[in-house]
C-alpha cells in the first residue's frame, strides 16, 4: 500500500517515519481491544445476576397479581352479572299518581270517561250475527 506524501517530510527531515506511528497506533488499538474483551467478560456475570434477579421479581409480582384476582374474581363476576341482569330487566312499572284528594275539586280540563258495560251497549245489527259472536266486547279505558 503506497502512502501519501506527509507535510511532516519523511525520513530525511529527522521527523519519526509514519509507518512507524501507524505500528503505534495498531499496538494501542490491540491493547484497547484486549482491555474491552477483559471488561466484557467481568460483565457478563454481573448482567446475568442482574437479569436472573429481575427474572425472580417479575415472577413473584405476577404470582402476587394472580392470588389478587383469584381473591377478587368471584366478587367482579358477581357485580358483571348484577350489571348485565339490570340490562335485561324491564323497566319498573311507572308511579301511579296519588288518589285525587276529596275535599280538593276534580280538574274541569279533564271529562270523566265513560265506560258501558257490554251488557248495556244494545243489540247488535241483525244483518251480521257471525261478526258479533267473533267480536271481543269493547271496553274503554279511563283517562288518567
Known sequence: MDLPPTPYGGAE?????????LAEVEGRL?????????????????VAEEV????????R????????LVQDLPHELRRHRDAIVAELRP????VEPPPP????????DEAPAVVTPPWESGPEPAD?????RRRAPRRRRRAG
Open 13 to 21: 527531515s529527522g521527523e519519526p517515519d509514519l509507518s512507524g506511528w
Open 30 to 46: 490491540t491493547a484497547i481491544d484486549a482491555r474491552l474483551a477483559s471488561l466484557e467478560s467481568s460483565l457478563r456475570p454481573a
Open 52 to 59: 436472573h434477579a429481575a427474572t425472580a421479581e417479575l415472577r
Open 61 to 68: 409480582a405476577i404470582s402476587e397479581l394472580g392470588r389478587r
Open 91 to 94: 323497566p319498573p312499572p311507572p
Open 101 to 108: 284528594d276529596l275535599e280538593s275539586p276534580p280538574d274541569l
Open 128 to 132: 251480521a250475527p257471525d261478526a258479533a
